[in-house]
């Protein structure tokens, strides 16, 4: 929670172990949008979310904000990082807004940053109505800029075309969109893994499920145990999707080993995509185009068409290489790249071009592949070190049995056998005169410091602003399913501890360093 100069509440984040744990499995590409408002008072909330192995919307944190300012949106992302353990995603996809991206910059430095294509569009057909569905095709030629063109060059061109020909070459809109162009142009945005996403469709897929169970009325306790339905009705449907992956065999179009190695490895929906990349190389004509030593250069056209796509191939290495780079972005080897292995008699997929997240065995955990502390000495450090890092080991212990009732008592059985066993060679330990040498404080290396959630518990100060509307709120109801009104200063409402309804312990774990907050 971040809290004013007033102990008001201004901003508050939350995430579960649960969606902690699907950060780590699936945390790659985070969209973020705060289109949905949760009350009368407009106040943001704002998920982020993800796709999981399959293709399913899966939510890795939310948080109610009390404004879309820089400095809330630096407090948010630096407060999720701490939450994932500082784990930053490969890219993050947002709407256009300043006041995001200045945060995004700050925080995110290993994140690429991806605008909205379908935000895009919207505005185009906003500010450019009087041609966007016009006779002459704005709409179809804005389409191929977004998406079309492998070449900068080429793309700079058919910007340029399309200015000159719907004579919008001094439209001042579209020469801002221009500015953040390698943002939204697919041309621009190949090499980034993206999960096959271009917008945030996921957010606003979840916006459309929130609909259903959030009502303006709500206090802050009802919010969050209403919140917890959707998360639990999300995770249900990852549930069944993981029992008919397990109890349903796909049927093949065709007894192909290439694809019959898809079906084994990856979920259902993935490999419905593959199979549809895959079904289509016969229609595509494959001309070699030079080789040295062991690397062969192919161009591929469909039914031998103009356009063409380049792939290279590494016979030794067996890499693959498509000018269109399907892979770099969606995690699955496109038509062209199939094309040529075909050829070159490759049946199975090369091990490298199976990503983890799109496989059956994406939710395999395995502690020691997760964290590696115990192979660098890090967690030797301290105290706080050693128990940060058993920790997140033992919440991801934590999420696998909580599925389950009988994962929950196995988990139970196992944990006191393993207290009992700890119990014992502790003793040993202090019998062996070992005990005060293995706990002393050894001191951190320069610059390293336990971990924790840095800049939670922040102070906001406020600007002075004119009077609040003038609403009476009843003892049960004062949350507005977000932020309470302080009836001085501002305008905005917030959450007040003094005079809020206590919060009972929920499935939720708020992110706090402050341990004057009440619970």
């Given at each position: 929670?971040?809290l004013?100069?007033d102990d008001?509440?201004?901003?508050i984040f939350?995430?579960?172990?649960r969606s902690?744990?699907?950060?780590?499995l699936f945390g790659?590409v985070?969209?973020?949008?705060?289109?949905?408002?949760?009350?009368?008072?407009d106040?943001?909330?704002?998920p982020?979310v993800?796709?999981?192995?399959?293709?399913q919307?899966?939510?890795?944190?939310?948080?109610l904000?009390?404004d879309?300012?820089?400095?809330?949106?630096?407090?948010?992302f630096?407060?999720?990082?701490?939450?994932m353990?500082g784990?930053?995603?490969?890219?993050?996809l947002?709407?256009?807004?300043a006041?995001?991206a200045?945060?995004?910059?700050?925080?995110?430095?290993?994140?690429?940053?991806?605008?909205?294509?379908?935000?895009?569009?919207q505005?185009?057909?906003?500010?450019l109505?009087h041609?966007?569905?016009?006779?002459?095709q704005?709409?179809?030629?804005?389409?191929n800029?977004?998406y079309?063109?492998?070449?900068e060059e080429?793309w700079?061109?058919?910007?340029?075309n399309m200015?000159?020909?719907h004579n919008?070459?001094?439209?001042k809109?579209?020469?801002?969109?221009?500015?953040?162009?390698?943002?939204w142009?697919?041309?621009?945005?190949?090499?980034?893994?993206t999960?096959d996403?271009v917008?945030?469709?996921?957010?606003?897929?979840?916006?459309?499920i929130?609909?259903r169970?959030?009502k303006s009325s709500?206090d802050?306790l009802s919010?969050?145990e209403?919140?917890e339905?959707?998360?639990?009705?999300?995770r249900?449907?990852?549930?069944?999707?993981d029992f008919k992956?397990?109890h349903?065999l796909?049927?093949?179009?065709?007894?192909v080993e290439?694809?019959?190695?898809a079906?084994?490895v990856?979920?259902?929906?993935?490999?419905?995509?593959?199979?549809k990349?895959?079904i289509?190389?016969g229609d595509?004509?494959?001309?070699?185009?030079?080789?040295?030593?062991m690397?062969?250069e192919y161009t591929?056209s469909?039914r031998g068409?103009?356009?063409e796509?380049?792939?290279?191939?590494d016979a030794?290495?067996?890499?693959v290489?498509?000018s269109?780079?399907?892979?770099?972005?969606?995690?699955?080897?496109?038509r062209?790249?199939?094309?040529?292995l075909?050829k070159k008699?490759?049946?199975?997929?090369?091990s490298?071009?199976?990503?983890t997240?799109?496989?059956?065995?994406?939710?395999?955990?395995?502690?020691?592949s997760?964290?590696?502390?115990?192979?660098?000495g890090?967690?030797?450090?301290?105290?706080g070190?050693?128990?940060?890092?058993l920790?997140r080991?033992f919440?991801?212990?934590?999420?696998v049995?909580?599925?389950?009732?009988e994962?929950?008592?196995?988990?139970?059985?196992?944990?006191?056998q393993?207290?009992?066993?700890?119990?014992?060679?502790?003793?040993?330990?202090?019998?062996?005169?070992?005990?005060?040498?293995?706990?002393?404080h050894?001191?951190?290396v320069?610059?390293?410091?336990?971990e924790?959630i840095?800049n939670v518990?922040g102070?906001?100060?406020?600007?002075?602003?004119?009077?609040?509307?003038?609403k009476?709120?009843?003892?049960?109801g004062?949350?507005l399913?977000?932020?309470e009104?302080?009836?001085?200063?501002?305008s905005k409402r917030?959450?007040?501890?003094q005079?809020?309804?206590?919060?009972s312990d929920?499935?939720?774990?708020?992110?706090?360093?402050?341990?004057?907050?009440p619970?």
């Open positions: 929670m971040q004013d100069e008001m509440i201004t901003n939350w995430a579960d172990d902690i744990s699907d950060y780590n790659d985070v969209c973020f949008d705060t289109t949905y408002k949760t009350n009368e008072y106040r943001p909330f704002a982020f993800g796709v999981n192995h399959h293709k919307t899966v939510v890795f944190g939310a948080a904000l009390y879309e300012t820089t400095e809330s949106y630096k407090w948010l630096e407060t999720f990082l701490g939450a353990s784990k930053q995603p490969k890219t993050i947002t709407d256009q807004s006041a995001m200045n945060a995004i910059e700050k925080v995110f430095s290993e994140t690429k940053h991806r605008l909205c294509v379908w935000h895009i569009y505005n185009a057909a906003k500010k109505s041609v966007f569905h016009g006779p002459g704005f709409a179809t030629d804005f389409g800029c977004v079309d063109h492998e070449e080429d700079l061109l058919a910007w340029s200015l000159e020909k919008l070459t001094e439209n809109w579209l020469k801002n969109v221009f500015d953040v162009r390698e943002k142009a697919m041309v621009y945005g190949r090499h980034t893994f999960a996403m917008s945030t469709q996921r957010s606003e897929s979840m916006n459309n929130l609909k169970y959030l709500y802050l919010f969050f209403h919140y339905r959707v998360l639990g009705d999300r249900y449907k990852e549930l069944t999707a992956m397990m349903t796909s049927v093949l179009s065709a007894s290439m694809l019959q190695h079906e084994e990856y979920t259902p929906e993935v490999f419905s995509l593959f199979q990349q895959y289509v190389i595509y004509v494959a001309k070699k185009v030079s080789k040295s030593d690397v062969y591929l469909y068409g103009p356009k796509h380049l792939v290279n191939y030794v290495n067996q890499t290489e498509c269109c780079m399907k892979y770099s972005f969606a995690g699955i080897l496109c062209h790249a199939l094309k040529v075909d008699d490759v049946r199975r997929i090369p490298n071009y199976i990503l997240r799109w496989t059956k065995e994406a939710k395999s955990r395995s502690i020691y997760y964290r590696t502390e115990t192979t660098n890090s967690v030797t450090q301290s105290i070190k050693r128990y940060s890092h920790c080991n919440r991801e212990i934590a999420s049995a909580a599925e389950h009732v994962l929950t008592m196995c988990a139970n059985e196992t944990a006191c393993l207290l009992k066993k700890l119990e014992e060679k502790k003793k040993e330990l202090v019998k062996a005169n070992a005990w005060m040498l293995s706990t002393s050894v001191e951190p320069e610059g390293e410091e336990d924790k840095s518990s102070i906001k100060r406020k600007a002075t602003v004119g009077r609040p509307k003038n009476t709120v009843g003892p049960h004062r949350y399913n977000a932020l009104t302080k009836k001085r200063d501002t917030k959450l007040s501890f005079d809020s309804t206590p919060i929920t499935q939720l774990s708020v992110a706090t360093t402050d341990p004057t907050l619970t």
